[in-house]
């Protein structure tokens, strides 16, 4: 059974910086893309960070230049680095991604993580 776990939420102040990390785990084979996602209170989620099977990245324009989304093959994880972070950043965070698995290939998400930026 396949299994996704978010880490690295949190309270941090306005400039600060957090790394969120999505490890999978089970029988797969590798991640093939993964996403990033938020959901503020009040507010539809919304696409931040989207990495390829390629490597290739793309961003929301609200974060291009602050944050990084990268990947880990051999540990089947995903992460986004948060830098400059502000208060609107404030959200749930929840990871998605399309993993290889040996019957084909699935989409799982993660359980979300709430980041809080505030003084």
């Known amino acids: 059974q396949v299994q996704l776990v978010e880490s690295g939420g949190g309270l941090v102040q306005p400039g600060g910086s957090l790394r969120l990390s999505c490890a999978a785990s089970?029988?797969?084979?590798?991640?093939?893309?993964g996403y990033w996602y938020r959901q503020a209170p009040g507010k539809q989620r919304e696409l931040v960070a989207t990495i390829t099977s390629s490597g290739r990245t793309n961003y929301a324009e609200s974060v291009k230049g602050r944050f990084t989304i990268s990947r880990d093959n051999a540990k089947n994880s995903m992460y986004l680095q948060m830098n400059s972070l502000k208060p609107e950043d404030t959200a749930v965070y929840y990871c998605?991604?399309?993993?290889?698995?040996?019957?084909?290939?699935?989409?799982?998400w993660g359980q979300g993580t709430q980041v809080t930026v505030s003084s």
């Open positions: 998605n991604l399309d993993l290889l698995l040996p019957a084909g290939r699935n989409n799982y």
């Open positions: 089970g029988n797969i084979f590798s991640i093939y893309a």
